[in-house]
């Protein structure tokens, strides 16, 4: 019950169309209130729907132009990632989750992509800093978010379903609705 309350007030809702996430921030501009996307910094593999995580991005200008202006977050164009948004905050956020931070069973699984594939992270303090990178992430929207979660794609094995279907899931089972 309490859960649903928190919804009533702070939406949070999960995708796996990305144009669908976009559309959702878009129809919460209202006045002044600000919309951006954001990613891991390690979310390599988002690369082939657009979001290039390693493109560098002026912050003032992400975080204080208006509408119009192709940089600013409201173009949902150029992602933020944990570096640019620590401290900061958006309205509406919403988040490209990649295969960094993954499902497995019932735990989480450590990513780093390097190269052509994906390897294991077994570091203690780099599994919490990933786990410190998605915090972050989640809690960059003062009135609600959207995730987006991609399909993946059977034929490239560095964005299997395999591996964003467990993601998908278990954010659902936490009681974020599908749009």
Do not use: H, M
């Amino acid at each position: 019950i309490e859960a649903e309350k928190v919804k009533e007030k702070y939406p949070l809702v999960i995708t796996r169309d990305l144009s669908k996430a976009k559309k959702w921030l878009n129809d919460k501009i209202l006045g002044n209130k600000r919309i951006g996307l954001t990613a891991s910094s390690g979310g390599l593999r988002l690369r082939p729907y657009g979001i290039n995580v390693k493109e560098a991005i002026d912050e003032a200008l992400w975080f204080l132009n208006d509408e119009t202006d192709v940089r600013s977050s409201y173009y949902l164009e150029v992602i933020a990632t944990e570096f640019a948004v620590q401290g900061l905050e958006l309205d509406w956020t919403g988040i490209c989750w990649d295969s960094d931070l993954r499902r497995l069973s019932n735990e989480w699984e450590f990513k780093n992509f390097s190269g052509t594939k994906w390897s294991n992270i077994n570091k203690k303090e780099d599994r919490q800093y990933l786990l410190n990178t998605y915090r972050v992430l989640l809690t960059r929207a003062r009135e609600g978010l959207i995730i987006w979660v991609p399909e993946g794609d059977k034929d490239d094995p560095t964005r299997l379903p395999d591996f964003y279907n467990p993601i998908f899931e278990y954010l659902k089972s936490c009681g974020l609705k599908e749009i």
